[in-house]
């Protein structure tokens, strides 16, 4: 099992970055497979970037494309996700997401491909 605290979050202005982090527990963060997810009020979850155990793969979501970078240190059991030229579009609680595979290969991009979840953290982009 493990546990997934994300930090980073906060209001910044159009066309400001912010980088989330996650931090997991356990030993074994080599293992799982890591996703960033955001939910705006009344909207469905929505996968915004992942990246597979061994961070050969990555993917984005059409609307973060060229704006959001997905990378991890394994070493120090954290997941970044760097969000460059915000938009308020993007105002959201992001969550860090996870999921045990022996694939080294593969990345998940529906919320029902992790099994451990964060708390979320709030990003909000105004003026």
């Known amino acids: 099992q493990v546990q997934l605290v994300e930090s980073g979050g906060g209001l910044v202005q159009p066309g400001g970055s912010l980088r989330l982090s996650c931090a997991a527990s356990g030993r074994t963060f080599s293992s799982y497979r890591m996703g960033w997810f955001r939910q705006a009020p009344g909207k469905e979850r929505e996968c915004v970037a992942a990246?597979?155990?061994?961070?050969?793969?990555?993917y984005f979501g059409d609307p973060v494309k060229g704006r959001f970078t997905i990378s991890r240190d394994n070493a120090k059991n954290t997941v970044y996700l760097q969000m460059n030229s915000l938009e308020p579009e993007d105002t959201a609680v992001y969550y860090c997401?996870?999921?045990?595979?022996?694939?080294?290969?593969?990345?998940?991009?529906?919320?029902?491909?992790?099994?451990?979840w964060g708390q979320g953290t709030q990003v909000t982009v105004s003026s």
């Open positions: 990246i597979s155990r061994s961070a050969i793969r990555t």
């Open positions: 997401a996870a999921h045990r595979t022996l694939n080294s290969g593969t990345v998940g991009t529906k919320p029902d491909e992790y099994t451990y």
